[in-house]
């Protein structure tokens, strides 16, 4: 039970949060806007975040602790932190950042928007909105199974460690911006945004559009439907996908609860 808090802390932490920067980008919440705005939570280990800096709106994820933010929301115990994210409790963190109203409010429009995103249970309404929610989706699930092969998970660890060079890969036809992948090798593990361009993917999720990947990323749709019509392809190596689809929903237990 430790351990899955453990794991759920830091997912949030290292493959959620780290989204903001997506929509605050997105929804041009920081335009204009320049300061450093942290997230932290104690855990058992010792406290933990990461921070964004903000200059004339573009942001940068640095992860690790700033010593002096202008914003900060920090959580002192990690069944608060996971109870926020989870939707379960509306306790605010303690926030210091009260000089700097306008950073504070972009920060909390940007949180709010991403809750609303990620927990939504039917597909947005237009193209750009379920562009934005595949990506993220796509970024968080890669990052994530990145994140629990780094803290040894049972599930992931002897998988990475057992692995050659492979590239495993997530994209929908026409629409480029949203692909991410996942690059494995003898127990190392690294996330990307985008296409991987230096070979063929060992494997690649592919999706004919955006609401065949959203049908699978919501858990609306039918696997092995989406599949026969040619929805969903397995490319390069098919068998591998099974293994794939459990750490997708590995990842989606810790932080859906």
């Not at 320049?34 to 004339?56: K, M």
């Not at 996971?82 to 972009?106: E, R």
């Not at 809750?115 to 597909?123: D, Q």
């Not at 968080?140 to 660890?157: A, F, K, T």
């Amino acid at each position: 039970m430790q351990d899955d808090k453990m794991y759920a802390s830091r997912l949030f932490l290292y493959a959620v949060l780290p989204l903001m920067k997506e929509i605050g980008t997105e929804y041009v919440y920081f335009k204009g806007k320049t300061g450093v705005v942290q997230l932290s939570v104690l855990l058992p280990e010792g406290e933990e975040g990461l921070h964004f800096l903000i200059e004339e709106g573009k942001v940068t994820t640095a992860l690790g602790l700033h010593d002096r933010p202008d914003v900060w929301l920090r959580f002192t115990t990690q069944d608060h932190f996971n109870a926020f994210f989870l939707g379960k409790t509306k306790k605010m963190p303690k926030i210091t950042g009260f000089s700097h109203p306008l950073l504070l409010l972009a920060t909390f429009r940007t949180l709010l928007r991403m809750s609303a995103l990620l927990s939504a249970k039917t597909p947005p309404a237009d193209e750009k909105t379920k562009e934005l929610v595949v990506r993220l989706y796509f970024l968080l699930l890669s990052r994530g199974i990145s994140r629990l092969n780094r803290m040894e998970h049972p599930q992931v660890r002897p998988w990475a460690l057992s692995s050659p060079d492979r590239v495993y890969a997530f994209r929908v036809e026409g629409y480029p911006d949203t692909a991410a992948h996942l690059r494995v090798k003898a127990g190392k593990t690294k996330a990307a945004r985008g296409q991987y361009t230096r070979s063929q993917p060992f494997f690649t999720m592919c999706f004919a559009d955006l609401d065949s990947a959203l049908a699978i990323l919501l858990q609306t749709g039918d696997f092995l439907s989406l599949t026969a019509q040619q929805k969903l392809m397995l490319e390069g190596a098919p068998e591998f996908g099974a293994k794939i689809g459990d750490l997708m929903q590995l990842v989606g237990s810790y932080i859906q609860g």
